[in-house]
């Protein structure tokens, strides 16, 4: 079974530009993370998803940020316009929340770097 | 506000030494996930403690969650260099089951 998987894996762009992160969740799995991960700030949650609908985005950061997820296999993370201060890793996480237990599983990360 | 405070923040051993991190919460905790993450990789669940004092072993890994659960262990016996990475605790935050706060994380290192 396919794990999390997000594309690209390494952008890298210049300020001012448009970056949009891709993320395909688990099949099956209710819900959806993102994180950035820097070596200041740790691992910071940016936005969930439950059931395809924004639940709690107080960890966006500025109003350059923005998340999609229109359907259960599929989200955006994207940031309009860039600054080099949004490097990190981006990563996306699906769990599937039960009464038993809800830990998270991660993909790879998009290593983003804005020269 | 609701925080997780992992010490120490690094250490390096000798392979063959044991290693202990500490994970400590703000506020009572329905549950402790803990992650490892390979330099370079992800985050990755090992494991879930729901009860008070419960104790759960993973080979040379044990993982311990506090009588009170505010506080988490997690002790390698016998390092080797493949348990290099950093390992991270997490738990619910309050009254949201489904969103965590993170620790930072504490980063080992092995010397061969």
């Known amino acids: 079974d396919a794990g999390v998987i997000q594309s690209p894996r390494h952008e890298v762009t210049e300020m001012g530009q448009e970056v949009t992160l891709r993320c395909k969740p688990i099949s099956g799995h209710n819900s959806l993370f993102w994180y950035r991960q820097t070596m200041m700030r740790g691992l910071e949650l940016l936005i969930y998803f439950n059931n395809n609908v924004p639940i709690d985005d107080s960890g966006m950061p500025e109003d350059r940020f923005s998340a999609k997820m229109p359907n259960a296999s599929f989200s955006t993370l994207k940031i309009q316009p860039s600054e080099p201060r949004d490097s990190a890793v981006y990563f996306c996480?699906?769990?599937?929340?039960?009464?038993?237990?809800?830990?998270?599983?991660f993909g790879p990360g998009t290593r983003l770097t804005v020269l | 506000g609701q925080q997780v405070m992992q010490i120490p923040q690094y250490q390096h051993v000798q392979e063959g030494e044991d290693f202990t991190t500490y994970c400590n919460s703000s506020?009572?905790?329905?549950?402790i996930q803990w992650y490892k993450q390979r330099p370079g990789g992800h985050p990755v669940f090992l494991i879930q403690?729901?009860?008070s004092g419960e104790v759960k072993k993973q080979k040379r890994l044990t993982f311990q969650f506090g009588e009170a659960k505010k506080n988490s262990s997690l002790h390698i016996t016998a390092t080797q260099t493949t348990d290099v990475g950093t390992y991270f605790c997490?738990?619910?935050?309050?009254?949201?089951?489904?969103?965590?706060?993170w620790g930072l994380g504490t980063s080992l290192a092995v010397n061969p």
């Open positions: 506020t009572t905790l329905s549950n």
């Open positions: 996480a699906s769990s599937l929340v039960t009464s038993g237990g809800h830990w998270q599983f």
């Open positions: 997490a738990g619910p935050v309050a009254g949201n089951n489904r969103k965590l706060i």
């Open positions: 403690l729901v009860k």
